[in-house]
């Protein structure tokens, strides 16, 4: 996970806008690239990632249907950084209220 956030979050921080958004959908932990990127390994590199992006000016979020995700995601994303829906077919639902949260700042 943490490969692609840095992949997208250098054509998004060179993009002449106000505000730069990079929205991640998920269905469970960062487990790229076999046994040596899971687990808290995974966790600390997208962690990273997610730090670079936000000093090249770049907001991420993520929207997840891992039941567990507030686990990991608070260490990743920050505490009001993510949703975890229980339901992958309640996202359109839940739409409207990502929505105004990120768009609240």
Request: hydrophobic letters at 30%; glycine letters at 8%; a positive charge.
């Amino acid at each position: 996970m943490g490969v692609a956030i840095r992949h997208l979050t250098k054509p998004l921080a060179e993009r002449p806008v106000r505000h730069k958004l990079l929205v991640t959908l998920s269905d469970g932990r960062p487990d790229d690239f076999g046994d040596e990127y899971r687990g808290s390994y995974g966790i600390e590199d997208t962690r990273q990632a997610l730090q670079e992006a936000r000093r090249q000016g770049v907001r991420s979020y993520c929207v997840t249907i891992d039941r567990h995700g507030a686990d990991y995601l608070k260490r990743m994303y920050g505490p009001a950084a993510y949703t975890v829906l229980d339901e992958v077919g309640k996202l359109p639902t839940k739409i409207a209220d990502i929505y105004r949260r990120l768009t609240a700042n």
